[in-house]
């Protein structure tokens, strides 16, 4: 069974609606930020990153937003499916060290 | 493309019992490998890396060990296994900096009685 996550923030959303996940970061001198996708049982996947140097990117369905004044990170997901159910959590890195958050249960309901 | 590789996917242990774990990274050279520890409901923790064959750095003291006797192959061992050792347990690696993603393997479910 699933325990990688057991007690992490949920997020519920209906299938088709757009998702925003959260995170908050520690260090201001981090310069570098991912976010992955943890399906249950599986490794984490990469799914788009971020530079210090930029508030905004986009991928496909995905866009990851930087706030570097309140330390803050997002990941949106556009027209959410049942495939993007996941746990996902950000990444910072500052000077080779790099570190995870807990991350968000995302479930999306039919 | 660059694949990576864990085996086994699931180990069942009797404590005291020896570990050895398998990654294996294709496509790519001279990577930067890692390895992890999940908890639930916590985020990663960096057991060791290594930026090159026979080198290795331990992040926290524990009863694990590491070696990477291959420039593709990073190898996650103990002599005598803990009940505290279950876990979920993940290889990653990199190449270039420190500061480039990070790529997952499939992860490897230790439980250990």
């Known amino acids: 069974g699933e325990s990688v996550g057991l007690h992490l923030p949920t997020l519920s959303v209906q299938e088709g609606d757009n998702s925003i996940i959260n995170c908050a970061y520690s260090n201001s001198a981090s310069d570098y930020f991912i976010w992955y996708k943890q399906e249950s049982g599986k490794g984490p996947q990469f799914i788009i990153d971020?530079?210090?140097?930029?508030d905004k990117r986009q991928g496909q369905r995905v866009t990851v937003l930087l706030n570097k004044t309140v330390k803050h990170l997002s990941l949106q997901i556009a027209a959410t499916q049942p495939g993007d159910s996941a746990v996902y959590f950000c990444a910072e890195n500052n000077n080779n060290d790099m570190r995870f958050g807990a991350g968000t249960r995302l479930t999306v309901k039919p | 493309s660059q694949t990576i590789h864990q085996w086994p996917a699931t180990l069942v242990q009797p404590v005291g019992s020896p570990l050895s774990l398998e990654c294996t990274v294709e496509g790519t050279s001279n990577p930067n490998l890692y390895w992890y520890r999940q908890a639930a409901g916590r985020g990663l923790q960096l057991l060791f890396y290594?930026?090159?064959?026979?080198?290795i750095s331990s992040e926290v003291p524990q009863n694990l060990s590491a070696s990477r006797p291959q420039d593709r192959q990073f190898i996650l061992s103990s002599k005598k296994l803990l009940l505290s050792d279950s876990g979920f347990y993940l290889c990653a690696w990199s190449v270039g900096a420190a500061t480039d993603t990070q790529y997952f393997g499939p992860g490897t479910r230790l439980t250990v009685l």
């Open positions: 971020i530079r210090s140097n930029m």
């Open positions: 290594s930026v090159g064959i026979g080198q």
